[in-house]
């Protein structure tokens, strides 16, 4: 491809980056004529990290770029301005790899194994791995928005840090007590996530 068919990629927020290029390649490749007359093929390459390295192809080691393609039916969105630009749908799809984040911790969340042979026991196992799920993103949404490194924390850190506290229920006066050890890391971002959700309108 020729140097100038490249140009900037942009943030999520549509601000432009020079670490990150986008090209189309809809008119490069014969076969989209045989697929649909809207198919868009783009393309973004980037600086490969370290975990990437060895799975770059020849192509890309000999570019010193990683390539990643886009295959996109979307040709502009009404009232849009400029949502048919490479960049614009490059953006736009890169923002769904949020939803393959939260299949992850799902799976993380015990989605990955069916319990049983039994289809009515997996179903309810299915409906309890996505609650917990669920939970544990509002939680991180509306009680850790501000805790650097918790705010997008995987749920093997939250169960490490928050889940697995090592604290004490007692009873005492007919009041409910949880003493937390003071020299938990995370005691202070625990209570700080508890005290919002407890302040939280009930649901109606």
Known sequence: MPADAWTDSLHQDGTATSDAHVAELTGLNTRLA???????LLVRRTKPSARHVKNLTELEK????????V???????????????????DALHRAH?????????????GLRNLPSKAWTVNRGWVLTCNIAADLTAW????GLHDQADLAHAEPGTLRYRLLHLPGRLA????RRVLSIPETWPWADAFTLCWQRLTLLPLAT
């Open 139 to 142: 939680m991180r949404l509306l």
């Open 97 to 109: 790899a949020g939803v393959e984040d939260q299949v992850r911790h799902a799976k993380a969340m």
């Open 34 to 40: 045989g697929w649909t007359g809207t198919l868009r």
């Open 71 to 89: 295959a996109t039916n979307i040709t502009r969105i009404a009232g849009v301005p400029g949502s048919h630009q490479p960049q614009w749908l």
């Open 171 to 174: 009873t005492h006066a007919r």
């Open 62 to 69: 000999r570019t010193g770029w990683r390539y990643q393609i």
